[in-house]
């Protein structure tokens, strides 16, 4: 399977931006979604994940009430709308797709990666 993330970009803090992830490939398969991300200087940490047939939904607790993820099965797209960012939101964002039970269950992600869109959020 391939990812490719956009909608990456500059904003302000308060502001909104909101990134997808397009799938191709055997994405019939995948068991769940997910986006990760990557600040300078620090690990890459879990964002939020969505599983495929109920779309059950799980979110890192920095970001709960203020991000939604989605998706569009029929454009085979996952999206991150991200409200009322905050300089603490700035880093790489990554899309991640799982076959197994990793990511639904909350243990880690997938082996399927993008190749990351950036956000900076200015204050």
């Known amino acids: 399977v391939q990812l490719v993330e956009s909608g990456g970009g500059l904003v302000q803090a308060g502001d909104s931006l909101r990134l997808s992830c397009a799938a191709s490939?055997?994405?019939?398969?995948?068991?769940?979604m997910g986006w990760y991300r990557q600040a300078p200087g620090k690990q890459r940490g879990f964002v939020a994940r969505?599983?495929?047939?109920?779309?059950?939904?799980m979110y890192a607790d920095s970001v709960k009430g203020r991000f939604t993820i989605s998706r569009d099965n029929a454009r085979n797209t996952m999206y991150l709308q991200m409200n009322d960012v905050k300089p603490e939101d700035t880093a790489v964002y990554y899309c991640?797709?799982?076959?197994?039970?990793?990511?639904?269950?909350?243990?880690?992600?997938?082996?399927?990666w993008g190749q990351g869109t950036q956000v900076t959020v200015s204050s």
């Open positions: 991640n797709a799982d076959f197994a039970l990793t990511l639904r269950m909350g243990i880690g992600p997938g082996d399927y």
């Open positions: 490939g055997s994405t019939s398969s995948i068991d769940a």
């Open positions: 969505i599983t495929s047939g109920d779309d059950n939904t």
